[in-house]
């Protein structure tokens, strides 16, 4: 008997068009399954429903059958299948319920009620697993976004369940701490549904893909047979990583970062400095909880330095890690109105994929059209320095191109400075790399 099955699954939130039409699927004990398609083509709909979320907790319209471990979703709260499905979403600022590290991950544990004396060594090993075993007692709000995203990951590890649901597991997460995740997460006995808009480290440990599309499924095949169709069909989820542009740049300095310290309860960064012109693309990149967000906000003047100054040439703008903590208007037009006018703001729409969304309220678009939302926000304000903090978190590849095209045709317009732990796509879009160092040196190449 397969572990999950979906029969003939219909659903649609409320007063909007079905996320879902007709999908069937089964997953077996011990199964990898990748989700893949385009930003708002259903994948995290299908998760939720997975976990039973669908429809108990979003409401809506529910055909057809959810079962998980012989018990259906449509008579099984979501609290009676909690330690039996583990699920770890997109937002983990959004997870996030306690104070410090290890209590959020007991936190899972002492709801599905584990034996006490086996919590705190459950805690450990999952921590462990992600790459965190020292955060035990740090605060969830001292630490980088990408550590946050292993505390979720370690919260779900650590009940141990039957079904292990993964909505963009490792969107904030390095390239080694992805890979190390994967390693760990999926060799157990779970059954696990993957949704990712990176799929370079998950292909490789799947054993099936499904690729939906406008809430239907386009694609349902072994890893294998999955790529060759994908390379036939959607080449841009299986394109390998470009070098970096070989471009000359020519320009006056628009920021200047000079033997810059900072820290919060512990030191971030000490002594950097960091040149960025006008014409260029930088990409930051290094491990989590390296000082990037830092640097990036101290470019763009949401903190001022500690020791050292920081000297810009005109204006400056940045795109937050998570955009959807600060959409404020009843409209995507009105929200990129903020900073200009609304037919300007149609217009950066329209750059941004979002042409015919202009009427949609921010909190109905996917995860991936917000993203794209807040970057029409700041693009539209045409600033000297952009700064971007992961502008490609649940952002699907054919999105993650179009944006590195639209990046790279204005790149004379301004300095533009990306944090991101997506390889490709710095090496698309960037003249050059900084990395952070895990010391903290800074590394210019």
């Not at 429903?49 to 055909?63: C, D, K, M």
């Not at 900072?262 to 491990?287: I, K, W």
């Not at 903090?389 to 317009?413: I, S």
Request: net charge negative.
């Amino acid at each position: 008997m397969a572990l999950a099955r979906v029969d003939r699954l219909t659903f649609a939130y409320p007063e909007s068009p079905p996320a879902l039409l007709e999908v069937s699927l089964e997953v077996e004990r011990g199964e990898v399954v990748l989700l893949l398609g385009a930003s708002g083509s259903g994948k995290s709909t299908l998760v939720r429903a997975l976990a039973g979320l669908v429809p108990w907790f979003h409401g809506g319209r529910f055909e057809g059958r959810v079962e998980v471990a012989g018990r259906d979703t449509r008579s099984t709260r979501p609290t009676e299948l909690a330690g039996t499905v583990a699920t770890v979403f997109q937002d983990p600022e959004d997870q996030v319920i306690l104070g410090r590290v290890d209590s959020e991950v007991a936190f899972a544990l002492e709801n599905v009620g584990a034996l006490p004396e086996t919590i705190l060594p459950r805690v450990h090993r999952a921590l462990a697993a992600v790459g965190i075993a020292g955060f035990s007692d740090r605060s969830v709000t001292e630490i980088s976004g990408g550590e946050l995203q292993r505390v979720c990951l370690a919260s779900a590890l650590a009940l141990e369940p039957e079904l292990l649901l993964l909505d963009e597991p490792t969107s904030q997460l390095d390239p080694a701490g992805a890979e190390a995740f994967f390693e760990l997460a999926l060799g157990g006995e779970a059954g696990v549904v993957i949704s990712e808009q990176r799929p370079a480290n998950a292909l490789r440990y799947a054993d099936r893909v499904l690729f939906l599309e406008q809430g239907r499924v386009l694609l349902d095949a072994r890893r294998d047979d999955a790529v060759e169709w994908l390379a036939e069909h959607r080449p841009a989820w299986v394109e390998q990583q470009p070098g970096f542009n070989q471009i000359a740049v020519v320009g006056e300095v628009a920021c200047s970062v000079e033997n810059v310290s900072f820290a919060y309860e512990r030191p971030v960064l000490e002594n950097v400095s960091l040149e960025l012109r006008r014409g260029e693309v930088v990409a930051l990149t290094g491990p989590n909880g390296s000082g990037k967000t830092t640097l990036a906000k101290l470019v763009a003047g949401l903190l001022e330095p500690q020791t050292g100054r920081v000297v810009r040439a005109g204006t400056a703008a940045m795109l937050l890690q998570d955009p959807g903590r600060y959409l404020v208007r009843e409209r995507a037009d009105e929200e990129v109105a903020l900073g200009s006018d609304l037919p300007r703001a149609r217009k950066m729409l329209a750059a941004v994929g979002l042409a015919g969304s202009e009427a949609r309220h921010p909190r109905d678009l996917s995860t991936g059209e917000r993203e794209r939302l807040a970057l029409a926000t700041v693009l539209v304000a045409d600033p000297d320095v952009l700064v971007l903090d992961e502008p490609t978190r649940g952002v699907d590849p054919e999105r993650r191109q179009e944006l590195a095209a639209l990046l790279r045709a204005h790149a004379a317009e301004r300095a533009t400075l990306v944090v991101t732990n997506d390889r490709a796509f710095a090496h698309a879009v960037a003249d050059r790399e900084v990395a952070i160092a895990p010391e903290r040196e800074p590394v210019l190449a």
